[in-house]
């Protein structure tokens, strides 16, 4: 049972958030759409299986939900610091910086999410990874002690990746 | 009486947005080079989107024709900002247009610089180029 319910279902989350796109694209909820969604939740996954082969095994729903809305909120504040900054700082005293942010994260999708929270929480912008994936290069729009950042980031939000990606 | 709550939100939350997109427009004018400059619309543009679709939404919602689209616009564009940000980066990276980033801690380079040997002419050709800077 479990093993039927593995392969029709390779990705459970996936095929859930394909029904609920599918459902959310129509703007109305009847029966038949929900069901074609789940139908195409179902197909998506298994038929893509093949060009993702080293699919994160352990995550935790619930976790990534409390992330997203701790994302959303310093979203909300860093958007008014930068507004801030842009409006009242003198570009002169602008002080951009690099900062390197040493990865724990192993996983390609949890890097991806980490270095889309960065680019999306304003101020800092992920530039690139190093070849082999140990380090994110980030830039910052205005900061005074670039390792606190840094620290920032780690604590913030690469912990709590540590913890969705298991 | 809740249309008019309604519509007094919908009317607060277009003024946040349209502020916000404004400040966005002004970074974009103000900041000295083109790394700074990617700051200013890319991460203002989300709160200021953002506080638009939710008019839009809370709108239809008063007026009886809800709609869900909106979350979908949003998500999407979650999804999708970081990247062409990130593409931006790697473009000024490779233009010399920003400060030289300091070198990874642990790895040889930065991904964007390491290039295999097969396409090492292709980029050979771009970097003659004179670099166009300031």
């Given at each position: 049972m479990t093993k039927a319910f593995n392969w029709l279902l390779p990705h459970p989350i996936l095929t859930l958030l394909l029904a609920v796109v599918w459902t959310l694209l129509q703007n109305s909820v009847s029966a038949g759409m929900v069901v074609f969604g789940v139908i195409l939740g179902i197909i998506i996954p298994l038929m893509t299986a093949a060009w993702w082969p080293?699919?994160?095994q352990g995550f935790r729903l619930g976790k990534m939900i409390n992330y997203s809305l701790i994302v959303m909120w310093d979203i909300l504040v860093a958007n008014i610091e930068v507004a801030k900054i842009v409006l009242f700082v003198p570009v002169a005293d602008l002080k951009p910086a690099w900062i390197i942010i040493p990865l724990d994260l192993k996983e390609p999708e949890a890097i991806t999410i980490l270095a889309g929270t960065i680019t999306l929480t304003p101020g800092t912008v992920s530039a690139d990874l190093s070849d082999k994936g140990h380090s994110l290069l980030v830039h910052v729009?205005?900061?005074?002690?670039p390792d606190a950042e840094v620290a920032t980031i780690k604590s913030r939000y690469e912990a709590r990746l540590k913890e969705i990606f298991v | 009486m809740i249309e008019t709550i309604g519509l007094v939100c919908v009317g607060i939350l277009l003024l946040i947005g349209a502020g916000f997109a404004l400040v966005g427009a002004i970074g974009l004018l103000k900041l000295p080079d083109s790394m700074t400059r990617l700051h200013a619309p890319t991460k203002v543009g989300t709160v200021g989107i953002g506080a638009l679709l939710l008019a839009s939404m809370i709108h239809a919602w008063v007026l009886g024709a809800?709609?869900?689209h909106e979350v979908l616009i949003m998500a999407f564009l979650f999804v999708t900002a970081p990247i062409s940000a990130n593409f931006l980066a790697k473009t000024n990276m490779h233009k010399n247009a920003c400060d030289t980033p300091p070198k990874p801690p642990r790895d040889d380079t930065w991904s964007t610089y390491a290039v295999p040997a097969h396409d090492g002419a292709l980029t050979q050709k771009m970097d003659d180029k004179p670099a166009a800077k300031g």
């Open positions: 080293d699919r994160p729009l205005h900061t005074d002690d | 809800g709609s869900f």
